[in-house]
């Protein structure tokens, strides 16, 4: 591929993420600009291109990848239809960007990296909490050796479930809904994130407390252990808990640090640095808008500038460990996350 | 049994517990006397008596458990120990408040509970925790509807270990060691307190991050599920994390509490309750001392008025949950909690 002068973005899905988050960060960057939507509804298409100011609205998803005027897709449809439409977007040469979860198996996620691999066109996941100030000065401090060597994590990412976002997550387990494949998967990019390690093996227990349908999960509460240091990192997602802030807590030898409120899709929240009894708070440097930097990223790696801020690799190890959350919560025994991937 | 005038204590166990928590607690109660001490050292023991003002020190616990002028003891050996002292103790008519966990085997435990009942005597267990004015509140607010109905908790339980802990809870397997005796107990016992409900199940992981011997977790991350409300509520419990503070946290559908450096022998933290974005500390009304109000609980008892903070039920039923967790830890499959204890 030749680096295109502006980056050209289709819409594949016309889902919430994308109009509230991803559209505006493709108009805040100086060189890209959002062309088109295909959605399986015409009418929704319709309606989200005329109410976010796209020109085109595609009547097939065949009619958006042959467009030569699109250079870049954000998919964003039910978690069933990303692998297919991935792929199918790879053969069209067209660089994607991929919600998360990558897809429904391990098997489907490696065909989609394949798939881009052999299309030379740059593959990457919406993890975007790698963006997050707070997360990224998490990081920072970690690999400072702020507070020594990592001994245990633990993620709180249980919520209530807005009402705009009920539906097929809560209904269709053939859709991939279910909090672990919605949820847990980014917290296993957060984690993989902030130890810069792999997850070794999961332990889950989940429960259906009412909000979602037959088969799913709408809380889960597990351990994840980690490949190389060996740490514990415990974490709970839930649709089901209303009253309750997020957070990511770190703790080490010299110290620890606890974000709170840090995972969002806006750059908002807290991290404070205990040692001992000692607790202040961090002074994030810069929020500036988390998908405005993920599409950054991106289009630099479409350039050739570096790497998306998670690649398909970082969503095939997040998809891997919430499958093994999955299995382990069904089955009751802790799973090994595969190696090979 | 008829009901002493006053309650004479006799302490199995020169430990660092007796002398700091129970000896006191004892002293500060209108109508109890501390009187002596066995400890498998009799020089240890003479020193105890001594410096804790007590008039006898036993060369054997026959000595101890002969003599009319004991009314009750405090049982604080090893864990390994704790059975065959309890049964010993109810034989000679003696009130027991054992040290947690009551045994190594719920078979033990019930043992040591037929024994008691055999003789008419009180079998208390020494979960503390119940009589912390946080913990107790927290209860309080729970029965009182302020959450609405309990989705959820997390009790955090991992700190550094104190040097003068260190010895056989780190190196001896066999006297009853590592984390999960010695600190996820008081977890289920509080869980069970909070949730007024009985654990069904639990999965847990755990690691030895070189601070405990061979064969010992000093750190473990597990999930209990609840048998009559079905709810996860996961647990972090180590002696290698020194950066951190304890903590209870429990979600409802009207509201949230959390509670921080509650999990202690002495009357400190705070609470807070959470609805929405609005967090407002509770205040406290009164921190008394919590072992004055442990052995005052447990005199009442032996006095026909009332029962112990936490009776031989809930330390065996506590002591089950701690099994299901090694058990779990050491298999890698959720363990069920026998219910017919």
Redesign the interface.
């Known amino acids: 591929m030749s680096a295109p002068r502006q980056i050209r973005w289709g819409f594949i899905g016309a889902s919430l993420w994308a109009s509230r988050y991803l559209v505006p960060a493709v108009r805040a960057q100086p060189d890209a600009v959002g062309v088109g939507i295909f959605s399986s509804s015409r009418e929704r298409g319709e309606e989200f291109a005329a109410s976010n100011g796209l020109e085109r609205s595609y009547a097939s998803i065949d009619d958006l990848l042959d467009d030569d005027g699109i250079d870049a897709v954000y998919i964003s449809t039910t978690n069933d239809l990303h692998a297919e439409q991935t792929i199918a977007a790879a053969a069209a040469g067209k660089h994607v960007l991929c919600e998360k979860p990558l897809a429904l198996t391990v098997a489907d996620a490696l065909r989609m990296r394949e798939a881009c691999a052999r299309a030379g066109v740059v593959f990457a996941t919406d993890h975007h909490l790698r963006a997050a100030p707070t997360i990224a000065a998490m990081r920072e401090l970690v690999a400072a050796g702020e507070?020594g060597d990592l001994?245990?994590g633990?993620v709180?990412h249980?919520r209530g479930l807005g009402e705009e976002f009920k539906g097929w997550r809560l209904e269709r387990p053939e859709a991939g809904g279910g909090v672990v494949l919605d949820v847990t998967v980014h917290d296993a990019d957060v984690v993989r994130f902030l130890f810069d390690d792999e997850v070794a093996?999961v332990?889950?227990?989940g429960?259906n407390?009412g909000l979602a349908g037959a088969g799913l999960e709408d809380?889960?509460?597990?351990?994840m252990?980690m490949r190389t240091g060996?740490?514990?990192?415990?974490f709970?997602d839930?649709f089901?808990?209303?009253?309750?802030?997020t957070g990511v807590e770190l703790?080490?030898?010299?110290?620890?640090l606890s974000g709170r409120d840090v995972i969002d899709a806006e750059p908002v929240g807290q991290v404070f640095l205990?040692?001992?009894d000692e607790v202040r708070e961090i002074e994030i440097a810069e929020r500036n808008p988390i998908y405005v930097e993920a599409v950054r990223r991106f289009d630099a790696a479409v350039r050739g500038e570096g790497t998306p801020l998670a690649g398909g690799d970082d969503g095939i190890a997040a998809l891997a460990v919430a499958i093994a959350a999955i299995e382990?919560a069904r089955t009751?025994?802790?799973v090994p996350v595969p190696t090979q991937i």
């Open positions: 507070i001994v245990a633990r709180f249980a093996e332990t889950a227990m429960a407390q809380s889960v509460m597990g351990v252990r060996g740490q514990l990192v415990s709970h839930a089901t808990v209303p009253h309750a802030s703790f080490g030898t010299e110290g620890a205990r040692r001992g382990s009751g025994r802790a």
